[in-house]
């Protein structure tokens, strides 16, 4: 079991790489705690969970996960979910919803484990791209939306997208002025240094990696200037901003979750949801950067290293995480090679935690509040949607229904429509595959389909080449294209199935062969094959139509056709 | 659109086997009038509904449907799923559960319609064979042990599997005896008629055509004795034996169907369950004796044949039909060579039904449970189990998950796991497309896996056949694929892509691929394709990435290698 073997990134050669990660620790450390806070708080929960879930998770990860860059912490869309599963059950931040949200993260935390150990990393497979685009497309819209009460300082009945929409254009007069200033500030400032800062930086100072690095730095810078803002007006109080509130300093304490068993049993779906979309997330992102590293993620590993770092996440007082796109950018760009930047970056979290945590309690919530809305806002995929149209319109239709599915109907549904979507595409295409019938090419041993070439046919003869695997989406197609052709071609005495292209022949089709067998011999029609590959022929000679087909089976088309007279 | 043109058996050139046809419809009409009548009692229904689902619906699908030979009615399996459905909705044969069943076939039927306008047909092909076997057995099992009660004349509490065995133990000392003789005689009697009578008769008189009708005929002729036999013996009352009733002599009346919208909601998963399980069971049968007579069979004529005949019955005081088994069996063996055996079948049916009704009211119930004990029997199905298991154990793992969820936890979920399975087995395999590394066979411009030929490589190239379509379940595997390459040959310079056996790359697989070849980039690793099949090279053509390969596209691997250098 190779997440057994333990880190390599431990090993002696890799010694020289920490310098730099710790650098990158720090860094990731420093730029990603206003983050923290705020999908804390998008998650409804106290914003010091957001930390808390920053300090055990990621060094979890850093053992036993198998990317080398990754960095695991509280992200936006798994933070939008356990939202959308706990308030129904109940009232935001009170101490039954923060056990709640623990509960979700350490069952996700242990159905991913169990996934990583069972070998199931394969079922993130379920979900095509479009459906994972057009999912995270829409829940970038709705986490956005759900920031704008927060920014202009108001509150609003409900949380659908229409609902907060209505509330918003309802008590426009209700507005909070300085909030609203402190917040559409926030905004402007951080979406101009989003898109211009690297590059106009990059112009004026002729130093784009000082640049981006400006542009990273922004969320941090904003939040500092906002916070001393607020302090030199007089405090919060008296502008009557709201600020994040209390925090208590001190390390994550470990906990037991107490829970009773309908809450558990409650839970159970939500988990489910949360482990599928927060493993789909990490693995894209970590696998990306293994390509670009040429180093090796092992999916099962990654399973296993996401689900513990949950499990002690719910256990020392922190919710779900995950990995960060975000975060790993910037561990990425500051120069971390070995997860040794994410063991200083839990260290020095923990340090932040122990020494500065009351210098939180300032911050002003709508400031948080509008750098989630900018970074939210550049999930939003259009790009995809847009090459999907142009390439294969299933898939763009896929996008659509699955962006609408979450925006309208709500997160769980939205996913298990695209789940459904995906694999209704799947069996959709499967289910018509490739055939032609075939003849020689006068003179060769080559043979082509008989309705794009000039060929040479035998009287009595029909040679059909299946050009996909066998099973049972399509053995039924088959059939029909066989039953088809004999009620064309009534004289026919011989049936060719020229099988190259088939890897497999799962039980249905081997079944559906069988009975074919069965009723052709029955109308003196004779089946054969040519062609067939060694490991479907292995499986296929130890059944009854593979004895009864044996002096039927030739090696190519050709002596197929040879023996057709 | 195919299934408006009308039937084809209605031309002047198939009148010629309206004369076979009237009797095959007699023989069936005749035959089948017990199972009707009993597989209404297994749905719960006033037996009488199971001789109005025999009318209307028939008659729909002669002129609707595809096939010359299917014989639509209530199916054992559908008229389970009927009771599993309503039993929790109201009192067995009361008026709200009689309307419930017939809301029930209405909303199935309209489903199936709907689903053959849309042209969905090929979502049937969203089960297996081995999940349809496991399926039907597990019900087949159910409906068996369900019909002990009956024939030893006891009432047990609750319906599952564990409840009915308990409750026939504990009541054991209830047992009625004349019930039980009658009951238990049957059994063996029909029994021994399934297993021998056929061969024995053959061996006694030399016809075995004639045993094969007598062994059909039994169940007849087993119901007839015991009526005989009840009446003989003082009738039913003195007997305390239970009968059918009271029937209601006449036609079936068009009526509405009078619920409320609560109740139709609760009826949609049902209806879907049911009209899906219909569909499967009647294209399957369809589908094998179209191929025997080398006839056409269009599956989206199927659903909307299948499903206006369902419609029909909701009308019509009947409830779901489907194409039943031992019907199409007899209807083929007694002649039938056009659905005009259909239609005189539901003419003297309605006849019967006029004049001959209350002859059934006499019947007595244990013999009826009998002949459908011993009926459903047979639809289990230990040989595709069996074939599973030596074949591709993933298979039997489904038929074994499939008829244990049925028996278990109940019809509904039964099915959902079969279905949830079917797909899981797809996506895991094609998670694992089947992929080699190849060389050239020296002197030739053959190419073969280099892992079980003597091939020559090029240094600095790696050529990698994929032989499977790329979509989004197997896209990552082929990214990891490469990435363990280029891994282990730090030296590589050029990737070769072999697609000689891709017929389909969708956008998931795009993303990929266009990602792929952007990193490959940054590593000065150049990435080529061969062999692109002409409609995946129309569409890569569209893209960026066809725009960025199109001058390292080769027409064959050999090309291919003879260009690097």
């Known amino acids: 079991m190779g997440w057994l073997r333990g880190p390599t990134w431990w090993r002696a050669d890799q010694r020289r790489h920490w310098t730099g990660d710790a650098v990158a620790g720090a860094v990731v450390t420093v730029l990603v705690i206003p983050q923290s806070l705020a999908y804390a708080m998008l998650a409804g929960l106290p914003p ?3 930390l808390y879930a920053s300090v055990w998770p990621v060094l979890a990860y850093a053992f036993l996960g198998s990317s080398q860059v990754l960095a695991v912490g509280p992200v936006a869309v798994t933070s939008l979910m356990t939202a959308s599963a706990l308030l129904p059950l109940a009232v935001a931040a009170s101490p039954e919803y923060v056990a709640l949200a623990m509960g979700l993260a350490l069952l996700s935390g242990l159905m991913l484990t169990l996934a990583g150990v069972l070998r199931l990393g394969f079922l993130a497979y379920f979900l095509s791209q479009p459906v994972i685009s057009g999912f995270v497309s829409g829940v ?16 609003v009945p409900g949380r659908g997208v229409a609902q907060t929409l209505v509330g918003v254009w309802q008590n426009a007069h209700l507005i909070h002025a300085p909030t609203a200033v402190l917040g559409v500030g926030a905004v402007v400032v951080l979406w101009w240094a989003r898109a211009h800062l690297a590059r106009l930086w990059g112009r004026w100072f002729g130093a784009p990696v000082v640049g981006a690095w400006m542009a990273r730095m922004a969320p941090l810078v904003v939040v500092l200037v906002a916070t001393l803002i607020v302090l030199a ?14 925090i208590e300093p001190g390390l994550p304490q470990w906990q037991a979750v107490s829970l009773d068993s309908a809450q558990w049993l409650s839970l159970c779906l939500p988990a489910l949801l949360i482990a599928l979309i927060g493993f789909v997330e990490s693995v894209s992102l970590a696998q990306a950067y293994a390509l670009q590293r040429q180093q090796r993620l092992a999916p099962n590993r990654e399973l296993v290293g996401l689900g513990v770092a949950n499990v002690l996440s719910g256990f020392t007082g922190g919710y779900s995480v995950a990995g960060g796109f975000s975060r790993t950018v910037i561990n990425a760009s500051a120069g971390a090679q070995t997860p040794m930047a994410s063991v200083v970056a839990a260290l020095l979290m923990a340090g932040v935690m122990l020494g500065f945590s009351q210098a939180f309690e300032v911050l002003p919530v709508a400031v948080l ?5 900018v970074s939210v806002l550049t999930l939003f995929d259009a790009q995809t949607l847009r090459q999907a149209w142009r390439y294969d319109q299933a898939d763009a239709w896929s996008w659509l229904a699955t962006f609408a599915g979450v925006l309208v109907v709500g997160v769980e549904w939205g996913i298990g429509l695209g789940v459904v979507l995906s694999l209704a595409v799947l069996v959709w295409r499967s289910s018509r595959p490739h055939m032609a019938v075939v003849g020689r090419i006068a003179g060769t041993e080559h043979f082509r389909n008989i309705e794009r070439h000039q060929v040479q046919t035998l009287p009595g003869l029909i040679a059909l080449r299946v050009d996909e695997s066998l099973f049972f989406a399509n053995a039924a197609a088959l059939e029909e294209k066989v039953a088809d052709l004999l009620s064309k071609h009534s004289d026919t005495r011989s049936l060719l199935l020229i099988l190259s292209a088939v890897n497999r022949i799962d039980t249905t089709a081997l079944i559906m062969l069988d009975e074919l067998e069965r009723s052709l011999s029955l109308q003196g029609v004779r089946l054969s094959m040519a062609e067939v590959k060694g490991p479907v022929m292995d499986r296929l000679g130890q059944t ?3 004895r009864r087909l044996a002096s039927r089976i030739y090696l190519s088309t050709n002596e197929a056709f040879n023996a057709h007279r």
Do not use: E, K, N, Y
Not at 140 to 155: F, N
Not at 233 to 246: D, E, I, K, R, Y
Not at 369 to 373: D, E, P, Q, R, T
């Open 48 to 50: 010091t969970m957001g």
């Open 140 to 155: 970038a819209i709705l986490i956005a939306i759900g920031q704008l009460p927060g920014i202009l300082g108001i509150t």
């Open 544 to 546: 009854d139509l593979g």
């Open 233 to 246: 007006s007089g405090g919060a109080p008296s502008l009557g901003v709201a600020v994040v509130g209390p």
């Open 369 to 373: 509040s509008a750098s989630i809305l």
